[in-house]
Nanobody, 124 residues
Framework: QVQLVESGGGLVQAGGSLRLSCAAS????????MGWFRQGPGKEREFVAS????????YYADSVKGRFTISRDNAKNTVYLQMNNLKPEDTAVYCC?????????????????WGQGTQVTVSS
């Protein structure tokens, strides 16, 4: 079992930045792929970004490409999501997820464990 706890969410004005963290416990995630997903009000959950086990491969949704950066620190068992130039449409609950396969993935069904999420609200 892997437990995931997100932090770093909050209220920010459009154009601002936030850095989300996802701390894992229970076992090391150093060989696992990781992802970030979000669910906005009245919307379905959508893929945001994914990173492979080493950090050498990443993949982003078109809507965040060039603005968001996913990274990981395996020594700290933590994954990050740096979000720059935030827009009101980025408002959502952001959740991290881990998959027991080391590569990137964009489908939520490809992930095995999920955090509870952290709220990000971007005001216009």
């Amino acid at each position: 079992q892997v437990q995931l706890v997100e932090s770093g969410g909050g209220l920010v004005q459009a154009g601002g930045s936030l850095r989300l963290s996802c701390a894992a416990s229970g076992r090391t995630i150093s060989t696992y792929g990781m992802g970030w997903f979000r669910q906005g009000p009245g919307k379905e959950r959508e893929f945001v970004a994914s990173i492979n086990w080493s950090g050498g491969a990443t993949y982003y949704a078109d809507s965040v490409k060039g603005r968001f950066t996913i990274s990981r620190d395996n020594a700290k068992n933590t994954v990050y999501l740096q979000m720059n130039n935030l827009k009101p449409e980025d408002t959502a609950v952001y959740c991290c997820a881990v998959r027991r396969i080391g590569g990137v993935a964009i489908r939520s069904n490809d992930y095995d464990y999920w955090g509870q999420g952290t709220q990000v609200t971007v005001s216009s």
